[in-house]
């Protein structure tokens, strides 16, 4: 199947796989599309009422028009996407669907399996529950995991995903979920394959460690299946997922850190369960922290569990990270920035004004998901978010040119708008090389993009300088501001500051306080609408730093503000005369994220030792 798929690919888009000079990157296109999302073939999904298939999660991301099952009405996206990827879970994957038929071959072996009965009787929460706390004990069931049958179900996968695959028009992700969820403390890792993908997956009945994991991604890239790790909703795990150690309980070591770095790339910023940006109490100077922070609760728990703040979130990570470079002279949280979905419905709607819920039977309509109701991942359906979406600067819209620029980290994560951001940096960008028509050739030819390492300070240079360039979604609000978040360490400790760099309607920073005044509010509530007679459809700037030690490891990262528009919930209300939810917020600035760059300082510059000798301190 590989070879095929590289000579149709050949053929149909002139150049790939065959051997010729490398493209310029200055030609690099955005391609926005979905790397999260799960199907009937996910047994939490099918337990709580989707019957929409891999293919129909294919079509839809393409734009065509699909019946909602079990809810009967169609539905379709605005604006097509350009790949995607279907991530079910590897953990019982398609198994579910067979049981409910009495003539396929795992049904009539596992007739007599509790589950099965519980789920033919209609009672499917009964019967996850069932399921659940035996994989919790590390018990699965051995009905559902007979290897040709787990081979089956993974092949079918792949086949449908080749199904879709259209090189230079839509590219689809071989990729599945490793659901590791510790006592409800999320752990969990999307995973996926330049190729066609290999025979088997991983799930956390084989084992619910990162590191495990990563011994299995080794396994495969050393077959020719070459992969990475996405891992994500680091804010419901608990503070484990960006914690200071490994799975044993043992410190961060090298060795550690090298693996992690190599096998996780990126990390999702934001989806349906909320952002992973930051939190206000980690970033109490940062009036846009409080953004998408709705969901609360450990998955899954009831009552609601409330899970630690620390080691969540990605910005403490990052600035963690160059800590840790400092420290260790490896940093394991060196990640790029995605988006996504993990909608349980096969559909990823991202689009605020076409939400239609995310859990099948349980936020199917305006008045469920309006109502507060408690659901089946641990929240009620109104806390949660729209879908997100990530953009990939990419040479091709093919399976490797998509599976490359993620690796490469030139990415950006949005909460649901395809809003293009680009961001290089330097050390003698000025304003004049953004005004140029050949601006994009000046930032490749003389700096690097977002996810890369700024080259050695010249002698001459006295701190580093960032081009940023974005532009609004068409289907969205415009731009309110953009902003380079910048995180470092000074004597072991962690700092962070917020710059705003680009700005619309000829504002001015407060004198005192440096703050940039919003930048207002169109958004007519009862109606759910707003106009675009503020912010700008474009914001570019080059940005130097006022604050550069040379001496000092940083990170910097882009953050692009919306204007206000409105919440789905207030679509949702208004569009069917209900009352508008009072708890969560009416309005919401959409915002995207570009994958962070970071700078080390020469070795000559830091005395590690010396200025830091309790360091380890820090990271214990």
């Known amino acids: 199947m590989r070879t095929r798929t590289l000579l149709l690919a050949a053929l149909l888009w002139p150049g790939i796989g065959l051997a010729q000079d490398a ?7 955005v391609y926005f599309g979905e790397q999260h999302l ?4 996910s047994p939490d999904a099918f337990f709580m009422g989707t019957r929409n298939t891999p293919d129909e999660a294919y079509r839809f991301c393409k734009g065509e028009a699909i019946q909602k099952n079990p809810s009967g009405y169609t539905v379709q996206r605005r604006t097509p996407y350009d790949w995607c990827a279907v991530t079910d879970h590897a953990m019982y994957m398609g198994i579910m669907p067979q049981l409910m038929d009495p003539n396929s071959a795992v049904s009539i072996a596992a007739a007599d399996d509790s589950a099965v009965k519980l789920l033919r009787a209609g009672k499917g929460d009964e019967a996850f529950a069932w399921l659940a706390q035996g994989a919790a004990a590390g018990q699965p069931d051995p009905n559902f995991l007979a290897p040709d049958v787990v081979r089956t179900v993974w092949q079918t996968h792949i086949d449908i995903a080749n199904q879709h695959y259209d090189p230079g028009t839509f590219t689809t992700l071989v990729a599945f979920e490793w659901t590791s969820i510790p006592f409800n403390q999320n752990l969990h890792r999307n995973v996926f394959f330049r190729d066609d993908g290999p025979e088997g997956t991983f799930s956390a009945f084989d084992s619910d460690k990162p590191e495990d994991l990563w011994t299995y991604l080794d396994v495969q890239k050393n077959a020719g299946h070459d992969n990475f790790a996405i891992p994500h909703n680091g804010n419901l795990s608990n503070g484990l997922m960006f914690a200071p150690r490994n799975s044993e309980g043992l410190p961060i070591d090298e060795a550690y850190a090298e693996r992690r770095a190599e096998h996780e790339v990126a990390t999702e910023m934001v989806q349906t369960k909320g952002s992973s940006d930051t939190h206000p109490a980690l970033s109490p100077n940062d009036e846009f922290a409080a953004f998408n922070v709705e969901y609360r609760s450990l998955i899954g728990t009831s009552p ?18 160059v800590g840790y470079q400092e420290f260790l002279g490896v940093n394991p ?10 909608a349980h419905t096969a559909f990823s709607d991202n689009e605020e004004f076409n939400y239609t819920g995310v859990h099948a039977g349980t936020d199917d309509t305006p008045e469920k998901r309006l109502a507060g109701a408690q659901q089946t991942a641990g929240e009620p359906a109104l806390n949660f978010g729209s879908p997100g979406a990530t953009g990939v600067w990419a040479d091709e819209n093919t399976r490797e040119g998509i599976f490359d620029g993620i690796r490469r980290k030139e990415t950006t994560g949005s909460t649901g708008p395809l809003i293009r951001v680009r961001v290089f940096g330097g050390w003698d960008f000025a304003d004049g090389d953004l005004a140029a028509a050949d601006w994009v050739s000046r930032a490749y030819d003389r700096g690097v993009p977002m996810g890369g390492d700024l ?32 995180g470092w360490y000074r004597g072991g400790y962690p700092y962070e500051k917020v710059y705003d760099v680009a700005w619309s309607d000829q504002r001015e920073p407060d004198p005192v306080t440096g703050k940039l005044p919003p930048v207002g509010n169109t ?5 759910a609408t707003y106009t675009n007679n503020i912010g ?5 700037a080059v940005w130097t730093d006022p604050d550069f030690d040379p001496s000092l490891h940083a990170v910097y990262y882009v953050r692009v503000i919306e204007i206000p528009t409105p919440r789905w919930s ?12 009072t708890t969560v917020p009416a309005t919401i600035q959409e915002r995207a994220w570009s994958s962070p760059i970071w700078y080390t300082p020469e070795p000559d510059l830091v005395n590690r030792a010396a200025a830091y000798p309790n360091l380890r301190q820090v990271f214990e």
């Open 523 to 527: 958004v007519d509530v009862p109606n």
């Open 23 to 29: 493209p310029d990157p200055a030609d690099r296109q």
């Open 38 to 41: 799960h199907t009937q073939d």
């Open 455 to 486: 080259p050695p300070k010249p002698a001459q240079a006295t701190a580093p300088s960032f081009m940023v360039w974005s532009m609004k979604d068409p289907e969205s609000g415009n731009l309110d501001r953009v902003q380079i978040i910048k």
């Open 536 to 540: 700008e459809a474009q914001l570019s």
């Open 304 to 321: 609601p569990v409330r899970g630690q703040i620390e080691y969540g979130y990605v910005r403490q990570a990052l600035i963690n990270g």
């Open 333 to 342: 949280f060196k990640l790029g920035i995605v988006a996504g979905a993990d």
């Open 570 to 581: 207030t679509y949702d209300a208004a569009r069917n005369d209900l009352p508008l939810p």
